[in-house]
């Protein structure tokens, strides 16, 4: 299942600094961060929320692919760079969608309260956060076509 990764502090900056929801943090920043997140590998198919269940958790895709799947129809895929799990975070409801591994994966995982310092130690990432999670209630409201 979930494996601990072990990396170099500089290797380390340097991932987080390649991901988009970073990429205007400083070094200060990135290092602050980097204390606050754990580095996890998961195998390809490892259930990593489950739709309904309490959330404690948020994830960073570094490397690998993710499907979510809302309602049990709706899906998205996700990969690196891609982030979930922080709407349970911010309002303690239950998860929105199950994500399932759908490769190896390596990930960057926020617990609630490494996630709430992050939003008040490096503000430049909550509007990043903001407009995605508004882009995904986009999505969510625009109609489908009829099957």
Do not use: Y
């Amino acid at each position: 299942m979930a494996r601990p990764r072990g990396r170099s502090k500089d290797a380390k900056l340097e991932l987080l600094g390649r991901i988009p929801l970073f990429a205007a943090c400083t070094k200060g920043d990135l290092r602050r961060i980097a204390s606050l997140a754990d580095e996890v590998d998961v195998t390809e198919g490892t259930v990593l929320t489950r739709q309904g269940d309490a959330g404690q958790e948020c994830f960073v895709i570094v490397e690998g692919r993710a499907r979510a799947t809302m309602r049990g129809r709706r899906s998205i895929s996700m990969g690196p760079g891609d982030f979930f799990g922080e709407m349970s975070l911010l309002d303690q409801g239950p998860r929105s969608a199950t994500v399932t591994a759908e490769t190896e994966m390596e990930l960057l995982v926020l617990t609630s309260r490494g996630f709430w310092s992050l939003i008040r130690d490096v503000p430049v990432v909550a509007p990043r956060i903001m407009r995605v999670l508004a882009g995904r209630l986009r999505e969510a409201e625009r109609p489908r076509p009829e099957h």
